[in-house]
């Protein structure tokens, strides 16, 4: 009994030593605030995943709009990132057939630009042909590791897009106005000729007929047209 | 552990860690209340890491223990860890800064004077406020055995008591 009356008593003594509510309190609020907050790990860990994050979604985005948008043409400063993304787009095509895919899209985009050029009045370079031809001439190499079926198939694709091309040799002829406009693209133009000639160089059979003819013919225009101006010049010449 | 089950942990040993600094840096309130929110705060850090199989009031108590321990040992740095641990219940002043009455000191005084084992078990269940399931967990003893323990150790406080 009596040791029970001392346990109590030790307990009371115990109860004295209790910790104020009020510090009970505060550190359970600081607690809480602490589940609430990150570590300073965790919050440098979620800002560095957030740059990261950034970065790449930045990247991707620049990316995207390099390689889909229009207003990304030759001598644009993300041009480049748009042909670092089609050299990807190469090596990751593992198939003939996908290679020989991929290779024509980047032809036909070649294309695309050199219309939203004219289109926008800007000089069609040299190099841009130069572009074009050196895609052509991939496409040319993707489509001979084709099976007969295939091959024909993408060369009669190839075969379209060289034409629509060479035909706006002439269309951006024909829009050319002043004697000294059409000078200057005829001069244009005949470097781009010649840049074309390269890749009719190693075509073969009735296709390279087909383009030699038609360069021929737009060698002849040229010849035409700088002989009657060498005439018109001679008249104003004279009158004054 | 999840972290989100600390608070709860907190609640149920909080008086107890409490008490356990406050009688170990004699009674100084805002001292035990300092080493109190700090090991709190690395059981907190710790508590992922907490393997539920083990009694939760020794795995408190151990960090507790430890940080009491490098407290202490930063104050007097010159002194052996296992001297500081053993003297832990040896100070003189604790006693007035606990505001106690003559007759508790007396009690407690008495309590000093026992095997140092009954001591520590009447310490730990009626000081600190421990139950016998946590120490039995805490000492590896049955809670029969302890009950025992403290019957016993309660009637040698008592022929202390009646002797002075």
Partial sequence: MVEWILGRKLNKIGQRSNPDRKFVHALEKKILGRMATPSRMARLLRVATGSIASTIMLCAGTGAYAYTSDVVLPTHPLYSVRQAIEKTEDVLAFTPEKKADVRLRHARRRLHERFLLEIHERPVTVEQVDQFVKTMDGVMEANGKLNEEQRKKYDDLAEKLESTYVSSFANERDTAKSPQEQKKSDSLMESQEAAFQQHVDRLEGERKEKYQGVLRRLEQRRALREGRSAVEENSHTEKE | ?164
């Fill in chain 2, 1 to 164: 552990m999840d972290r989100q089950d600390f608070p709860e942990f907190y609640r149920k040993n909080v008086q107890r860690i409490y008490r356990f600094l406050y009688y170990r840096v004699g009674g100084n309130k805002e001292l035990a209340q300092d080493l109190a929110q700090d090991a709190f705060l690395k059981a907190y850090e710790a508590f992922d890491r907490y393997d539920p199989s083990r009694s939760e009031s020794s795995w408190m108590y151990t960090i507790a223990r430890n940080h009491l321990i490098n407290y202490l040992a930063k104050m007097r740095p010159s002194v052996d860890l296992e001297e500081i641990e053993n003297t832990l219940w040896d100070r003189d002043d604790w006693a007035v800064k606990a505001e106690l009455s003559f007759d508790e000191t007396r009690m407690l005084e008495a309590v000093k004077k026992l095997p140092s084992d009954d001591a520590d078990l009447l310490r730990k269940k009626y000081l600190e406020g421990w139950s016998y399931e946590d120490i039995a967990n805490a000492i590896g003893k049955t809670e029969g055995a302890l009950r025992v323990q403290a019957h016993r150790a309660l009637k040698q406080l008592r022929k202390i008591l009646k002797h002075r």
